[in-house]
């Protein structure tokens, strides 16, 4: 008893487990009371013993296995997580439950496998328990099936899928079992009892004797329909309501809606296995079935035969067969052979089902044609196989064939073929027979009703009986308007006989449909209760006429005039009922119209009618009017009275009042009486006569308006139109057609005869009055309005200038929609009118369409052309494609008959030539548009081998292939699409391209439609096995479209479909399917006018029945269709929709009163707390691949507070649509709303990225071009982007620029362009960096050409993070895969070459030889077309030369922080910025730039990269007034110095030289008088910058124009340096200069003096000396601080800089050697402090080590000498100006200084004699240790092979300064011949040296060394600034310089892996930052600009005042309102100088 107690104490579970049995069986019993003791299903309890069940039922122990299933049963039962122990229990209870031999524990078995099934894991079960029928122990099997049987019984054979059951029965049937074989028997009988029938066929093959034994079982089975007992968890309320039926005691009627739904459900062929026949066929059979012996061809069609009798085929390409025996069915003389090879298409046909309906277009027409075989047995065959065939198609596809057939002569054929569409019809629903194909059927039938022969007319009539039954009266009824009585009733009575397939309750259904789409959701007709009415109508005769009349009011269609009044809706008449007989009355004589005449009007009236005097005939008109207004309307004889009026004088009549009231009679008689269209004839003629007449015109009109209603329209219009034309009078016919554009408008489009109307407005269009033809125009405007651009076709071939006129119209005319017509019969119709009238006016354009002359190519399709175009050669397969195109192309509309082409072409689909591919898909684009609608027929067999082509691997030909699908889906709708398993076929494929591109395209089209065939649901497993694709792309696509096909499919049908997946992906999918649900988008509503009707709240009681019965049809049918998606929408709020249109109308008001507001309301500070919650993580930051919920929520939130409510909810609506109305909302509010935009600004960007992911394409259009308006806006408003805005949208807008649409990628690119406007482009440039990463190539490559357009805009200054790294990453893509990323690779490179020189091949590194040689071959080639470049780099300069200082301004926070502004003011004033780059800005009048225009090309400032660009400088002559306007002296304008010096300093940057000289000269003169040198004050900078920018100008371009004169140089160049040195005199004014512009001044100058053009000048040298000069005068007089800084800066750039010449630092740190020596005087006025900062930074960039490494020791030398010299002078005191630098004990600085002070203290005594001696005593004392050291190194150098010239040219250097050093020692230990080789050397390069020396004399730099000034080699001097291999350096090298430069001084976001962070040394905020000038020059470009255009305006209106400050400028806002005078004044002076 001890043990029992230990594991009494256990807890449950782990009793469960325990090794005794004893202890387990406890555990269970206790579990049991548990399991049924835990309430909650969710308790975390369940989830303990999930592992232990499986053991429950497996415990070895039979005792305790018992009690164990009981628990494992109670745990199914009540555990919620009892679904995932399913597999292994299940498993568990079938290999060890079954085979025991208690039977309680198979009952427990049993009942624990069925519990799994009603907790939905039906599919889990039968899984195991079919694996148990595989056990090898029988009473397993049995016990399995014993389980299938219940299941089933119980069930039902919904929830237990049977044909894997039935698959396995045959086997068990052959068991040597008998328990098995009786088992299998009772489970056969009990699948009969759910599907009867159908379970025949896959039985047939077992034992005869069991099958006898079965029959006689299932004759016992009762004929009830079976019921489900049982039910799932999730069909509760199935559950309840059976309950309650058994509480009743019976089946009350609402229980079999749920079976019947069972019971149709199972197809036999559903149950069938598939058998694959193609490769069974004899190997000879095509030869056989050609043989020339008629038994061979026998044997060849029996063994197709005993083939095609399976009862079901395997899909494959039967194209040949069907061909064979359509062959032998078309041509074959032996009889016999036709039926055989008839019966054997039946067979194909039946076996594949839809699948062949891609042939049945071919066999249809053969097989009819055939029918005239008179043999019963042949037309038999015939029949059945065309029965058969017509099954696995639609109506619809072989509706052309079927009709052309319908004309044939023999009437053995017609006679067939109408039997044949009879028995087809009762196929039909009145939705797959709709109007469209009615019409066209009803009007070949009548032909056959009308025939000669007996048995055509039988026919004819029992296929119209048989519409009339599908269709419904309604439908049918228009058509047969002409019928008379007899055989009228013929028809009704086969009516009466036709058995439809669907039963009658179909037919019921199909009348309650009708009353469907009509009136959204309620079933009956207003009016009648639609089921009654067909059966009313069907047994009694007498009521039907009123029915007709209620509903026949549908206008009949153009073409048949002739019936017009027929249909009964004849307004007011239609009390007559079905009139046929009034429309003509017969034509009355003369006397017999004036005795009735007589008989209403007074004598006195009738005797005056022909009177002389006009006064009596005006009497007699006024009597005649009063009596038509008395007479009613039964009594007034219409013709007699418009005979009378017509009598002499008639329509001749002279006098104008007596015509007029003649004209207004008629039109009375026409609206009062039943004027038929024989009164119409008598008075048309006059009318049309008199419609022209300038007095009587509108009486004629309102005459022929009232006629065309009292005669309809269309009859009225031709009659006129005919009479008009049939005259000369063109003013007749102008009115004419006026006047019926007019009443088109009127009485809208429908009946009209397009095709009459369009050759009068043929001929109208070719009249030679304009009137005519302005006429004819207006009135196609109108046409179109109906029509759409379908007209056009019809005029293609008229000449240009007419055609341009009618597109004008048509434009115009786009996006109207035509008017509801007011006036005719619409207005009369009763009830279901409307119905009719709305696809009347749908059809409309269609008609068109079909009344183009088509030709028919048919016989241009010879066998020849379709066999070269399946030839071996390419070549010859091009040609056959070429030929088809030229074929299509000439004939333009075709018909549908085009021979064996389109297998010719299927063929080409998978050629393995791309080019070909391509070639052949634009053919198909082609014959879509040429054959139209009728292309439908095609669809099988060459639209879907299309689609398959979207699978291609290579982008373009997807892109055709879209393309095609797309053109195709536009002519045939997407019915024929979705139709059959071809597109579930296709979605099937494991291919990623096809299976996104295919998904995208459903996505595209599913939304748009109403209704989609029952097919659709087999692409649903494929669409969820993509969504777990490996491909993102594809699982991306698929969860897109899914949200449209659960909109077509409903939630339940796509929820059931995941029951076949695997646990853990029916999970997911099932998850999504949730999300999706949220989103579905609502269906397209159907036309407004079917709304209109809704209003009545009777529907919602009969609505649910009549889902419900829908439901019953069961799915596979057609039928069921609209009705399911109604139950769908209507289930859960019938109510609510039927008065949908009520509701809505109320809060319409509300809503109205609500969006008057503003739409982004301002919250203060709202952006920046976002941003702060952002940066601080409290929300989620905006980074995604695709946007998940938690985005849209999250964005959704911060929206409500900002954004008004209406709008949020369209923006965040799930359709599209909404989206597209908020966009056009916001477009609408941009102007209105700035402030609140730019308050939203972050929100709103982030919701357009959130667009960016929706598949729509009109949404992303939409966006763009919002964005393009908000970018503008922004720009005018001079906001700058964020970085958090920037970020969160532009890496998703780069995203688009991959798009596959080129308007789109434009747009896109177009607004990057704008971005620039209001975000750096150096900031940019990373984003789009990025982008280039992309998987799509075509992003890509837009990135890199993007890239491109950047570096050639604003220059390498963009390059992120450096020039370097950046061109590295872009030449990576010269090896990419794709040939467009390839080409932008190189195409960017080449920019930046152009812009950069062969720096370029520097910073890109190692490239592979085959990437190098390409982009050496294209830079090559753009070398070639040097004039395409310049001239576009010249266009697009201007406009992005402004935002290279919007970017400076902006990425500096330095001295540019209020420029701003200004700056953007003159990009608003947009002097010509906008060029080819961008879209023109919106409504500016940009006036300054047309007045100064006089048809030169100004080049305004020039950017800062400079470019060769001669070509364009050459015709810059500004004409002279523009420049006598500045007045020559400031005085005339005391009013606005400011701007007036602003205005000249920017001409000084003209590009033009004598405005720029002018200009100088003018600002020299103001220097020279001492009282007005103080006005330049404040503009020094400004003034250096517009010099150095023009010194640069000439540098980079004047001196390499051949052109130009080289005086002109030279006058400028002494302008600018006298102008410079007459500035540098006055002290005051030069020590305005800053540093950075000192620095960039210093530059210019030593590049001026080193550039060897200069020598070669004239006047050269002297220009040369005048530099030197000036550099003197900028050393002396400059801010002694700015000036030594700018100089160590400028020291340590050049050294930096590689290309750098080695002269040009040695001609800085001689400028610094005489700073040096202007020490000791200018000590006290220099800010020790900034000096020591920038040699603090010198040295850290230059370390002692680094400095030794240079080729010259000068450097060092330079820094030491400075450093001596300080310390000298400051003594100690030095240590405390070290204050700006950060850290300074670990300054190099620091330390060098003690170790200087040490030493000075030491020898101080000997150091003050030192310095007097001068600076180069002491350095050489300094470095006397070192001179061994020095000289060693040289002579090293010389003895070395490499570098001898180096060394010699060294120690030359070394001998110069140091002339008494001593190098004998070195030479000593030498050879003799080395000795003289060396004093050999040095002499050399000492005449070298004299020659050149000559330049540096007036320099004046240092005496002692006046003659070594500029020492360098001569090939050194002779580039212009050049490296030593002699290439030319261009301004690239000062880019990379300001780059280094800016990066030092922390301006810029690099990142700095290559040099110690200097950042932290310039972080204290006190700190003047030593910007470049470069920098400054940005923000004084702005000012110069600014005042130029301020000036040009001051000139030209004095007498407006402006503040003096350069801030006022047009643009600013304080004077915006300038008055609007002004601007017409100025557009009037603009006008006139133009003409």
């Known amino acids: 008893m001890g043990d029992d107690s230990e594991w009494m104490k256990l807890p449950i579970d782990q009793?469960?487990?325990?090794?005794?049995?004893?202890?387990?069986?406890?555990?269970?019993?206790?579990?049991?009371?548990?399991?049924?003791?835990?309430?909650?299903?969710?308790?975390?309890?369940?989830?303990?013993?999930?592992?232990?069940?499986?053991?429950?039922?497996?415990?070895?122990?039979?005792?305790?296995?018992?009690?164990?299933?009981?628990?494992?049963?109670?745990?199914?039962?009540?555990?919620?997580?009892?679904?995932?122990?399913?597999?292994?229990?299940?498993?568990?209870?079938?290999?060890?439950?079954?085979?025991?031999?208690?039977?309680?524990?198979?009952?427990?078995?049993?009942?624990?496998?069925?519990?799994?099934?009603?907790?939905?894991?039906?599919?889990?079960?039968?899984?195991?328990?079919?694996?148990?029928?595989?056990?090898?122990?029988?009473?397993?099997?049995?016990?399995?099936?014993?389980?299938?049987?219940?299941?089933?019984?119980e069930f039902g054979s919904k929830i237990i899928s049977l044909k894997p059951i039935i698959k396995v029965l045959p086997k068990l049937f052959e068991s040597r079992e008998k328990a098995v074989r009786d088992e299998a028997k009772l489970l056969a009988v009990e699948i009969y009892r759910w599907i009867r029938d159908a379970l025949r066929p896959p039985l047939q093959n077992i034992n005869s004797v069991q099958l006898k034994e079965l029959e006689e079982e299932w004759i016992k089975v009762s004929s009830a329909a079976p019921k489900q007992t049982r039910f799932l968890r999730s069909q509760q309320e199935l559950k309840a309501k059976f309950e309650q039926q058994q509480g009743l005691g019976g089946d009350a009627d609402g229980g079999d809606d749920d079976e019947e739904e069972a019971v149709p459900q199972v197809d036999a062929y559903e149950l069938l296995e598939a058998v694959e026949i193609l490769s069974k066929l004899p190997k000879d059979f095509y030869e056989k079935i050609e043989a020339k012996k008629w038994q061979e061809r026998k044997e060849a069609l029996e063994a197709v035969e005993l083939l095609v009798k399976n009862p079901k085929l395997e899909s494959g390409d039967y194209a040949d067969l069907v061909k064979a025996l359509k062959k032998v069915v078309g041509k074959d003389t032996n009889v016999m052979l036709v039926a055989l090879a008839a019966k054997c298409l039946a067979g194909l046909a039946t076996g594949l089902r839809k699948k062949f309906g891609q042939y049945a277009g071919h066999v249809v027409p053969t097989i009819l044609e055939?029918?005239?075989?008179?043999?019963?047995?042949?037309?038999?065959?015939?029949?059945?196989?065309?029965?058969?065939?017509?099954?696995?198609?639609?109506?619809?596809?072989?509706?052309?064939?079927?009709?052309?057939?319908?004309?044939?002569?023999?009437?053995?054929?017609?006679?067939?073929?109408?039997?044949?569409?009879?028995?087809?019809?009762?196929?039909?629903?009145?939705?797959?027979?709709?109007?469209?194909?009615?019409?066209?059927?009803?009007?070949?039938?009548?032909?056959?009703?009308?025939?000669?022969?007996?048995?055509?007319?039988?026919?004819?009539?029992?296929?119209?009986?048989?519409?009339?039954?599908?269709?419904?009266?309604?439908?049918?009824?228009?058509?047969?308007?002409?019928?008379?009585?007899?055989?009228?009733?013929?028809?009704?009575?086969?009516?009466?006989?036709?058995?439809?397939?669907?039963?009658?309750?179909?037919?019921?259904?199909?009348?309650?449909?009708?009353?469907?789409?009509?009136?959204?959701?309620?079933?009956?007709l207003p009016g009648s209760a639609g089921d009654k009415e067909t059966k009313d109508a069907a047994t009694k005769p007498g009521p039907l006429k009123k029915a007709s009349a209620v509903k026949a009011g549908v206008p009949p269609k153009k073409g048949k005039p002739a019936t017009a009044a027929g249909t009964g809706g004849g307004g007011p008449k239609s009390k007559k009922g079905p009139e046929t007989k009034e429309i003509f009355e017969s034509e009355l004589s003369i006397e017999v119209c004036e005795e009735k005449a007589a008989a209403v009007l007074p004598a006195s009236c009738i005797q005056q009618l022909d009177s002389g005097n006009w006064k009596e005939r005006l009497a007699c008109m006024e009597e005649f009017q009063k009596a038509v207004e008395l007479m009613e309307r039964s009594e007034m004889p219409c013709q007699a009275l418009v005979r009378m009026l017509a009598k002499k004088p008639g329509w001749k009549e002279t006098n104008f009042q007596v015509m007029q009231m003649k004209l207004h009679i008629v039109a009375l008689i026409a609206q009062k009486g039943n004027f038929s269209k024989t009164s119409a004839q008598v008075v048309l003629d006059g009318l049309v006569d008199k419609v022209g007449d300038v007095k009587c015109g509108t009486n004629a009109k309102e005459a022929m308006t009232a006629i065309a209603e009292a005669c309809q329209l269309p009859w009225t219009a031709e009659q006129v139109v005919a009479m008009a034309f049939s005259q000369k009078n063109p003013k007749n016919q102008s009115e004419t057609l006026n006047w019926l554009s007019n009443a088109i408008k009127e009485f809208g489009f429908s009946g009209l005869n397009v095709k009459a109307f369009i050759s009068n407005v043929k001929t109208a269009l070719a009249a030679t009055n304009p009137a005519v033809r302005t006429s004819a125009i207006t009135l196609l405007g109108v046409m179109y309005l109906y029509v759409g651009p379908s007209l056009r076709m019809f005029f293609e071939d008229e000449k240009p200038a007419l055609l341009s006129q009618i597109d004008a119209e048509f434009?115009?005319?786009?996006?109207?929609?035509?008017?509801?017509?007011?006036?005719?019969?619409?207005?009369?119709?009763?009830?279901?009118?409307?119905?009719?009238?709305?696809?009347?006016?749908?059809?409309?354009?269609?008609?068109?369409?079909?009344?183009?002359?088509?030709?028919?190519?048919?016989?241009?399709?010879?066998?020849?052309?379709?066999?070269?175009?399946?030839?071996?050669?390419?070549?010859?397969?091009?040609?056959?494609?070429?030929?088809?195109?030229?074929?299509?192309?000439?004939?333009?509309?075709?018909?549908?008959?085009?021979?064996?082409?389109?297998?010719?072409?299927?063929?080409?689909?998978?050629?393995?030539?791309?080019?070909?591919?391509?070639?052949?898909?634009?053919?198909?684009?082609?014959?879509?548009?040429?054959?139209?609608?009728?292309?439908?027929?095609?669809?099988?067999?060459?639209?879907?081998?299309v689609i398959t082509v979207l699978g291609d691997s290579k982008n373009n030909v997807r892109a055709a292939a879209l393309a095609t699908v797309n053109a195709w889906?536009?002519?045939?709708?997407?019915?024929?699409?979705?139709?059959?398993?071809?597109?579930?076929?296709?979605?099937?494929?494991?291919?990623?391209?096809?299976?996104?591109?295919?998904?995208?395209?459903?996505?595209?089209?599913?939304?748009?439609?109403?209704?989609?065939?029952?097919?659709?649901?087999?692409?649903?497993?494929?669409?969820?096995?993509?969504?777990?694709?490996?491909?993102?792309?594809?699982?991306?696509?698929?969860?897109?479209?899914?949200?449209?096909?659960?909109?077509?499919?409903?939630?339940?049908?796509?929820?059931?479909?995941?029951?076949?997946?695997?646990?853990?992906?029916?999970?997911?999918?099932?998850?999504?399917?949730?999300?999706?649900?949220?989103?579905?988008?609502?269906?397209?509503?159907?036309?407004?006018?079917?709304?209109?009707?809704?209003?009545?709240?009777?529907?919602?009681?009969?609505?649910?029945?009549?889902?419900?019965?829908?439901?019953?049809?069961?799915?596979?049918?057609?039928?069921?269709?609209p009705d399911l998606k109604k139950a769908k929408a209507g289930g859960l709020s019938s109510k609510t929709k039927v008065q949908g249109k009520k509701v809505l109308s109320k809060p319409n008001l509300k809503e109205d009163d609500d969006k008057s507001g503003p739409i982004f309301i301002i919250v203060p500070n709202g952006k920046e707390q976002r941003m702060r919650e952002e940066k601080a993580l409290k929300v989620l930051k905006w980074n995604f691949t695709t946007p998940r919920d938690e985005y849209i929520e999250q964005l959704k939130t911060q929206m409500s507070t900002c954004v008004a409510k209406w709008l949020q909810d369209e923006m965040f609506h799930a359709d599209f649509q909404h989206h597209n109305k908020a966009l056009t909302v916001m477009i609408e509010h941009l102007e209105s709303e700035k402030d609140g935009v730019i308050s939203c600004l972050d929100?709103?960007?982030?919701?357009?990225?959130?667009?960016?992911?929706?598949?729509?394409?009109?949404?992303?259009?939409?966006?763009?071009?919002?964005?393009?308006?908000?970018?503008?806006?922004?720009?005018?408003?001079?906001?700058?982007?964020?970085?958090?805005?920037?970020?969160?949208?532009?890496?998703?807008?780069?995203?688009?620029?991959?798009?596959?649409?080129?308007?789109?990628?434009?747009?896109?690119?177009?607004?990057?362009?704008?971005?620039?406007?209001?975000?750096?482009?150096?900031?940019?440039?990373?984003?789009?960096?990025?982008?280039?990463?992309?998987?799509?190539?075509?992003?890509?490559?837009?990135?890199?050409?993007?890239?491109?357009?950047?570096?050639?805009?604003?220059?390498?200054?963009?390059?992120?993070?450096?020039?370097?790294?950046?061109?590295?990453?872009?030449?990576?893509?010269?090896?990419?895969?794709?040939?467009?990323?390839?080409?932008?690779?190189?195409?960017?490179?080449?920019?930046?070459?152009?812009?950069?020189?062969?720096?370029?091949?520097?910073?890109?590194?190692?490239?592979?030889?085959?990437?190098?040689?390409?982009?050496?071959?294209?830079?090559?080639?753009?070398?070639?077309?040097?004039?395409?470049?310049?001239?576009?780099?010249?266009?697009?300069?201007?406009?992005?030369?402004?935002?290279?200082?919007?970017?400076?301004?902006?990425?500096?926070?330095?001295?540019?922080?209020?420029?701003?502004?200004?700056?953007?003011?003159?990009?608003?004033?947009?002097?010509?910025?906008?060029?080819?780059?961008?879209?023109?800005?919106?409504?500016?009048?940009?006036?300054?730039?047309?007045?100064?225009?006089?048809?030169?090309?100004?080049?305004?400032?020039?950017a800062l990269v400079q470019h060769k660009l001669d070509d364009i400088f050459e015709p810059v002559l500004i004409p002279e007034p523009k420049i006598r306007a500045v007045s020559p002296h400031f005085d005339d304008m005391h009013s606005n110095t400011a701007s007036t010096i602003n205005f000249v300093i920017?001409?000084?940057?003209?590009?033009?030289?004598?405005?720029?000289?002018?200009?100088?000269?003018?600002?020299?003169?103001?220097?020279?008088?001492?009282?007005?040198?103080?006005?330049?004050?404040?503009?020094?900078?400004q003034f250096l910058i517009a010099t150095l920018m023009q010194l640069r100008l000439i540098y980079n371009t004047h001196m390499a124009d051949e052109k130009l004169d080289k005086d002109e140089i030279v006058r400028l160049y002494s302008c600018i340096i006298g102008s410079m040195i007459t500035l540098f005199q006055i002290e005051s004014l030069a020590r305005e200069a800053s540093t950075g512009v000192l620095k960039d001044l210093m530059h210019g100058l030593i590049t001026l003096m080193l550039d060897s053009r200069v020598e070669d000048l004239e006047e050269g040298e002297q220009v040369i000396r005048s530099v030197n000069l000036l550099v003197v005068k900028v050393l002396e007089k400059s801010d002694q601080t700015?000036?030594?800084?700018?100089?160590?800066?400028?020291?340590?750039?050049?050294?930096?800089?590689?290309?750098?010449?080695?002269?040009?630092?040695?001609?800085?740190?001689?400028?610094?050697?005489?700073?040096?020596?202007?020490?000791?005087?200018?000590?006290?006025?220099?800010?020790?402090?900034?000096?020591?900062?920038?040699?603090?930074?010198?040295?850290?960039?230059?370390?002692?080590?680094?400095?030794?490494?240079?080729?010259?020791?000068?450097?060092?030398?330079?820094?030491?000498?400075?450093?001596?010299?300080?310390?000298?002078?400051?003594?100690?005191?030095?240590?405390?100006?070290?204050?700006?630098?950060?850290?300074?004990?670990?300054?190099?600085?620091?330390a060098h200084l003690c170790r200087l002070m040490k030493h000075t203290m030491d020898q101080s005594g000997k150091a003050d004699k030192d310095t007097e001696k001068g600076a180069s005593r002491i350095e050489e004392k300094a470095s006397k240790a070192k001179v061994n050291d020095i000289l060693a190194e040289i002579f090293k150098k010389i003895g070395s092979k490499e570098n001898t010239k180096e060394g010699l040219a060294e120690l030359y250097e070394y001998k110069k300064k140091y002339s008494d050093a001593d190098i004998e020692p070195f030479l000593k230990n030498s050879s003799q011949f080395f000795q003289s080789y060396v004093e050999r050397g040095l002499r050399l390069i000492e005449t070298e040296r004299?020659?050149?020396?000559?330049?540096?004399?007036?320099?004046?730099?240092?005496?002692?060394?006046?003659?070594?000034?500029?020492?360098?080699?001569?090939?050194?001097?002779?580039?212009?600034?050049?490296?030593?291999?002699?290439?030319?350096?261009?301004?690239?090298?000062?880019?990379?310089?300001?780059?280094?430069?800016?990066?030092?001084?922390?301006?810029?976001?690099?990142?700095?892996?290559?040099?110690?962070?200097?950042?932290?040394?310039?972080?204290?905020?006190?700190?003047?930052?030593?910007?470049?000038?470069?920098?400054?020059?940005?923000?004084?470009?702005?000012?110069?600009?600014?005042?130029?255009?301020?000036?040009?305006?001051?000139?030209?209106?004095?007498?407006?005042t402006h503040s003096s400050g350069i801030g006022t400028t047009l643009a600013s806002p304080s004077s915006a309102a300038a008055n609007i005078d002004d601007l017409k004044k100025r557009l009037e002076r603009i006008k006139s100088s133009r003409k």
Request: hydrophobic share 35%; glycine share 6%; with cysteine.
């Open 1546 to 1581: 920017s001409q000084v940057a003209s590009g033009d030289i004598n405005t720029s000289i002018q200009a100088l000269t003018q600002i020299d003169e103001v220097l020279k008088q001492e009282d007005k040198a103080e006005a330049m004050s404040g503009h020094i900078d």
């Open 1682 to 1790: 700015n000036i030594l800084s700018a100089l160590l800066v400028l020291l340590q750039d050049s050294l930096l800089a590689t290309a750098s010449s080695p002269k040009f630092s040695e001609l800085v740190m001689k400028c610094l050697w005489r700073m040096v020596r202007l020490l000791p005087e200018t000590i006290n006025s220099i800010n020790l402090d900034r000096i020591l900062l920038d040699i603090h930074i010198f040295m850290k960039v230059f370390p002692k080590e680094k400095l030794k490494q240079c080729k010259s020791e000068f450097p060092i030398r330079t820094l030491k000498t400075l450093l001596h010299t300080l310390c000298k002078l400051k003594g100690p005191k030095i240590l405390d100006h070290l204050t700006m630098i950060d850290n300074k004990n670990e300054s190099e600085l620091e």
């Open 15 to 153: 009793k469960c487990e325990h090794k005794l049995w004893k202890a387990r069986l406890n555990g269970y019993e206790e579990a049991l009371k548990l399991f049924q003791k835990i309430d909650d299903e969710k308790s975390p309890e369940w989830s303990k013993y999930l592992g232990l069940i499986k053991k429950f039922v497996t415990d070895s122990n039979a005792v305790a296995q018992l009690k164990g299933l009981e628990a494992a049963l109670a745990y199914v039962e009540n555990a919620h997580v009892a679904g995932k122990t399913t597999g292994e229990v299940a498993s568990g209870v079938v290999n060890k439950v079954f085979n025991q031999p208690k039977a309680r524990a198979k009952e427990l078995g049993e009942d624990i496998c069925l519990m799994y099934i009603e907790i939905e894991k039906g599919e889990a079960i039968q899984e195991e328990l079919l694996k148990g029928l595989d056990n090898k122990n029988p009473k397993i099997i049995v016990a399995c099936i014993e389980t299938l049987r219940k299941a089933l019984s």
């Open 370 to 524: 055939k029918f005239k075989e008179k043999k019963p047995q042949v037309v038999q065959a015939l029949q059945e196989a065309i029965d058969a065939i017509f099954l696995t198609t639609t109506l619809q596809n072989i509706s052309e064939d079927i009709l052309a057939v319908m004309d044939n002569k023999n009437p053995t054929i017609k006679q067939q073929t109408s039997l044949f569409i009879a028995r087809s019809f009762r196929h039909c629903t009145p939705s797959t027979l709709p109007k469209s194909l009615l019409k066209p059927f009803c009007a070949a039938l009548l032909k056959h009703i009308n025939d000669s022969a007996p048995e055509v007319r039988d026919a004819g009539f029992e296929a119209l009986g048989t519409a009339l039954k599908v269709a419904g009266e309604k439908a049918v009824n228009p058509f047969l308007a002409d019928v008379d009585k007899l055989k009228l009733d013929r028809i009704k009575e086969c009516a009466e006989k036709v058995e439809l397939v669907y039963g009658k309750k179909a037919g019921g259904a199909a009348e309650k449909k009708e009353g469907k789409p009509i009136t959204g959701k309620t079933t009956a």
């Open 811 to 945: 434009e115009k005319m786009q996006g109207q929609t035509a008017p509801a017509p007011t006036r005719g019969i619409s207005r009369h119709s009763v009830g279901g009118g409307d119905d009719g009238e709305e696809e009347e006016q749908e059809e409309v354009g269609n008609d068109v369409v079909d009344l183009l002359p088509r030709t028919d190519i048919g016989d241009k399709i010879t066998a020849e052309l379709v066999s070269k175009i399946g030839d071996k050669n390419w070549k010859i397969r091009k040609e056959g494609l070429d030929e088809v195109t030229s074929i299509i192309n000439e004939a333009k509309f075709i018909q549908p008959n085009i021979g064996e082409l389109p297998a010719a072409l299927k063929g080409r689909l998978n050629d393995s030539n791309k080019i070909l591919v391509q070639q052949t898909l634009s053919i198909l684009q082609q014959l879509a548009t040429a054959m139209g609608p009728n292309i439908k027929q095609y669809v099988k067999n060459l639209g879907i081998p």
């Open 969 to 1121: 889906a536009e002519q045939t709708g997407m019915k024929e699409w979705l139709e059959g398993e071809d597109l579930s076929e296709e979605l099937k494929k494991e291919n990623p391209f096809l299976r996104q591109e295919l998904l995208g395209w459903l996505a595209e089209k599913l939304p748009t439609l109403r209704s989609v065939p029952s097919d659709l649901l087999l692409c649903v497993p494929h669409l969820y096995s993509c969504l777990e694709d490996r491909n993102g792309d594809v699982r991306k696509k698929a969860q897109d479209a899914l949200p449209f096909f659960m909109m077509h499919l409903g939630f339940e049908k796509m929820a059931k479909a995941t029951g076949k997946l695997k646990p853990t992906s029916k999970d997911q999918v099932l998850a999504m399917l949730e999300k999706a649900k949220a989103n579905m988008p609502a269906k397209p509503a159907p036309p407004a006018k079917a709304c209109s009707r809704v209003v009545g709240g009777a529907a919602p009681a009969k609505f649910q029945p009549a889902s419900a019965f829908a439901d019953d049809l069961g799915s596979n049918t057609m039928e069921s269709k």
């Open 1243 to 1502: 929100l709103i960007l982030k919701w357009l990225t959130l667009r960016f992911f929706d598949t729509n394409t009109s949404v992303l259009m939409k966006a763009l071009e919002y964005l393009k308006l908000l970018f503008n806006l922004l720009s005018q408003e001079e906001y700058h982007l964020t970085e958090n805005e920037a970020s969160s949208f532009i890496p998703y807008l780069i995203l688009k620029v991959g798009e596959p649409k080129d308007v789109i990628r434009k747009d896109v690119r177009a607004i990057l362009n704008r971005m620039c406007l209001i975000y750096p482009a150096s900031k940019m440039f990373p984003f789009i960096m990025e982008g280039t990463k992309s998987k799509n190539s075509k992003q890509r490559a837009e990135c890199l050409e993007e890239l491109g357009c950047l570096v050639e805009s604003y220059g390498m200054n963009v390059c992120q993070p450096t020039p370097g790294k950046a061109l590295k990453e872009m030449a990576t893509h010269i090896g990419d895969r794709d040939n467009t990323v390839r080409n932008a690779a190189l195409n960017t490179i080449v920019t930046v070459y152009n812009v950069h020189g062969d720096q370029v091949f520097k910073l890109i590194g190692n490239l592979s030889e085959k990437d190098m040689s390409m982009l050496e071959e294209r830079i090559k080639r753009s070398a070639k077309r040097p004039s395409s470049a310049p001239v576009r780099q010249a266009e697009e300069k201007p406009q992005r030369t402004q935002n290279i200082s919007a970017n400076a301004s902006m990425m500096r926070k330095g001295q540019a922080e209020d420029m701003s502004s200004k700056l953007n003011q003159n990009r608003n004033m947009g002097s010509h910025s906008e060029t080819t780059h961008t879209v023109p800005r919106e409504f500016q009048l940009d006036l300054d730039e047309i007045e100064n225009d006089n048809g030169t090309v100004r080049c305004e400032m020039p």
């Open 1890 to 2000: 004299e020659g050149k020396g000559r330049i540096a004399t007036s320099s004046g730099i240092s005496p002692q060394m006046e003659g070594t000034c500029v020492p360098a080699s001569t090939h050194t001097v002779s580039s212009s600034i050049g490296n030593t291999n002699g290439e030319e350096v261009g301004p690239s090298v000062y880019l990379e310089r300001l780059k280094i430069l800016r990066q030092r001084c922390g301006l810029d976001n690099a990142k700095q892996e290559d040099r110690p962070p200097l950042t932290s040394l310039l972080s204290k905020p006190t700190l003047p930052t030593v910007a470049s000038s470069t920098d400054m020059l940005h923000s004084k470009l702005s000012q110069l600009r600014e005042s130029r255009e301020q000036y040009q305006h001051l000139d030209l209106d004095s007498n407006q």
